[in-house]
């Protein structure tokens, strides 16, 4: 029979891709493989057959490329060349004495070797975070309240910060966000606290939970969170911990104080009214004029109002919006974007309702506990030039009467109300 083509034979499967995309790793001294996830399997079968102990294995970048590389080096010269050995019952009988071998970053190859692979993992970590942070075809739902998002994944996260007190952190310092919801999602389908991580019976008692004992956040000692925030991937061989914990004093002590480069991190503040973010409050104010007619310094210096009562205001509508409320006529909707709608046809977002709605004491205390926008707030008082401030007496607090200062206090208030609302039930 005639052959018309030419033939190939099979790739051998133990070729350096396949080996490097397969999902096994192999002994470095023998033929045995074992999962990737199964390392501290492999660890343990080098040290009680082979004598091997690799040190710090838990700050080699990739494992699997690690253990190829020393198989290779090993298979070219004696272990002896690289290792440090470490004799066992020294004062025993030669027969019972035990040589183990020391693979660690003392051998300069070594080090090399793994913050090479450090800054691989890292180049490949900040290409899929830069990934995620323009792809706009992100499509998950909320862990709490089933709302659907489409867009970019900071939509969510930011939503989940803002309705339901639940921050894992900013969008641009996360990275594999797909699979992080997933284990957190994975967590609340097992109705385990993300916390403490307290199994409970069933959802409605879970909630409970982690709403009464403010465990809406993860836990930070969790290590298998780790991999899903770029800190634990900057410096090699140090963890968010450590490097959060330096001491900067000491890198200050053989340099000049120079503050020239210093570079200010904005803080974002968050429209009263939809999701927009300004990380300045003079474009956060263009904003609720331009897009909602809302025009927060003229209504500030229309009704006179001091840095406190600016802080009721803003607690007080953030508040309403939050109800899905309209804080002029009190119609409730079914949606947020229905109530927008309504305030902004109406023009019920434009003017304020009368002042003993909003200038409560309770209000006083932050509808969110994240909200920038109080931080921003200024009093009128502040935009007095120098000269001004010169003719200006300064008053010292009045404690004469001290009984009278005690019945106005807030405080007093605060538990009228609140009894009051009791004998009412």
């Not at 990737?36 to 838990?58: P, Y």
């Not at 991937?233 to 004093?249: A, I, M, N, P």
């Not at 803080?267 to 904003?287: M, R």
Request: aromatic content about 10%; overall charge negative.
């Amino acid at each position: 029979e005639c052959i018309l083509e030419p033939l190939s034979l099979p790739e051998s499967p133990g070729g350096v891709a396949a080996v490097e995309s397969s999902p096994y790793v192999p002994c470095i001294f023998c033929k045995e493989c074992y999962l990737l996830a199964e390392q501290n399997q492999l660890l343990k079968h080098m040290i009680i057959e082979h004598k091997l102990v690799i040190a710090d294995v838990k700050l080699v970048a990739d494992f699997r490329r690690y253990i190829l590389y020393w198989k290779k080096r090993f298979a070219e010269q004696p272990i002896t060349d690289f290792c440090s050995v470490i004799r066992t019952n020294s004062e025993a009988p030669l027969e019972e004495q035990d040589n183990y071998f020391l693979l660690c970053d003392v051998l300069p190859e070594d080090r090399l070797l793994r913050e090479q692979l450090q800054q691989k993992r890292l180049r490949e970590i900040l290409e899929q975070q830069q990934r995620e942070r323009y792809d706009i075809s992100f499509h998950s739902m909320c862990m709490f309240c089933d709302q659907e998002f489409t867009g970019n994944r900071s939509v969510l996260l930011n939503h989940m910060a803002r309705e339901h007190a639940f921050n894992i952190g900013l969008p641009d310092n996360i990275v594999n966000c797909y699979e992080f919801l997933a284990v957190l999602q994975e967590k609340l389908d097992n109705l385990q606290c993300l916390y403490c991580e307290k199994v409970f019976r069933d959802k409605n008692t879970l909630k409970d939970h982690m709403r009464k004992k403010q465990h809406r956040r993860i836990n930070a000692k969790n290590k298998e969170y780790d991999k899903f925030y770029i800190i634990n991937y900057l410096e090699f061989g140090k963890s968010w911990e450590e490097v959060q914990s330096e001491d900067d004093r000491e890198l200050l002590d053989n340099l000049e104080e120079d503050w020239s480069d210093w570079e200010e991190h904005p803080v974002c503040a968050v429209c009263l009214f939809c999701e927009q973010q300004a990380d300045a409050t003079e474009k956060l104010y263009l904003h609720m004029q331009k897009s909602h007619g809302f025009d927060f310094p003229k209504i500030k210096s229309e009704h006179g109002l001091n840095f406190y009562q600016q802080v009721k205001l803003v607690n007080f509508i953030r508040r309403e919006i939050h109800h899905c409320r309209c804080y002029n006529c009190q119609e409730k909707f079914q949606s947020k974007g229905g109530l927008i709608s309504h305030m902004e046809e109406t023009e019920h977002i434009t003017f304020l309702p009368a002042r003993s709605t909003w200038d409560q004491p309770q209000y006083y205390f932050p509808t969110y506990e994240n909200d920038t926008l109080l931080c921003t707030l200024s009093d009128s008082e502040d935009l007095i030039t120098e000269d001004q401030s010169e003719d200006i007496p300064v008053v010292s607090e009045d404690i004469s009467n001290l009984k009278a200062l005690k019945q106005s206090s807030v405080l007093n208030q605060l538990l009228y109300e609140e009894n009051k609302s009791q004998e009412r039930f």
